[in-house]
């Protein structure tokens, strides 16, 4: 069974510009997170999607934003890129984000903003 | 937010030695995790303990819960230097859909010297 897939591995933007990130869950899986990393803060949960539906999110702004497709892959987008967005954004994936399940994570994207 | 923090933040051992990591975290949960990272890469699932256990055990990994103190260690036994990573521990709860969320620590930083 594939894993979880991130694409692209790596990114290089300007601020004010937007950007994509793709993830493709595990097959099977209709749960996906979104999580952004960083060095002085850790893993930070930006939203939750399942079944297309987004169930939950972070305290992020407004720029970041996410959808699913109705084969579980999901994007994000974030909007008007500032250089605090620099970051290692993380995708997982699990059946159903039901009680006791495990993430299964991608590689990541990282993204630079200059 | 984060909801646990851990305990190193950084941590060097000899090989052959044990390496202990300990996260807290500040609300009721329904289980608790513990991930592995290696460098700029996606995260590794370890092990699972749910709120109503107290000790498991996995190979060389031996995780303890105290729900009274809200805390959780986690031991490396016989370390190697492949077991050089970064350790988050993250807390699963329930929302009131029913499904969970799972948020992670900041991470210990392990650093096994062969």
């Known amino acids: 069974k594939a894993g979880v897939t991130q694409t692209p591995r790596y990114l290089i933007k300007t601020r004010g510009q937007q950007v994509t990130l793709s993830c493709s869950p595990i097959?099977?899986?209709?749960?996906v997170s979104w999580y952004q990393q960083t060095p002085g803060q850790g893993l930070q949960f930006l939203f939750e999607y399942f079944s297309e539906t987004q169930r939950n999110k972070g305290n992020f702004p407004g720029r970041f934003s996410g959808r699913q497709f109705s084969n579980s892959r999901s994007e994000m987008n974030v909007s008007t890129l500032e250089l605090g967005d620099s970051a290692l954004y993380l995708c997982?994936?699990?059946?159903?984000?039901?009680?006791?399940?495990?993430?299964?994570f991608g590689s990541g994207t990282q993204l630079s903003v200059l | 937010s984060q909801q646990g923090e851990e305990d190193p933040q950084a941590l060097s051992i000899q090989e052959g030695e044990n390496a202990t990591m300990n996260c807290s975290y500040k609300t009721s949960i329904n289980n608790l995790q513990w991930y592995r990272q290696n460098s700029g890469r996606g995260l590794v699932h370890l092990i699972l303990i749910r709120s109503n256990e107290r000790e498991k055990h996995s190979g060389r990994l031996r995780v303890t819960l105290d729900t009274s103190k809200k805390s959780s260690s986690l031991l490396i036994t016989a370390s190697r230097a492949a077991d050089t990573a970064s350790y988050f521990c993250a807390t699963g709860t329930v929302r009131s859909g029913g499904y969970q969320k799972v948020t992670f620590g900041t991470g210990t930083k392990l650093q096994v010297i062969p």
């Open positions: 097959s099977g899986h209709r749960s």
């Open positions: 997982a994936s699990s059946l159903a984000a039901a009680t006791n399940e495990k993430l299964f």
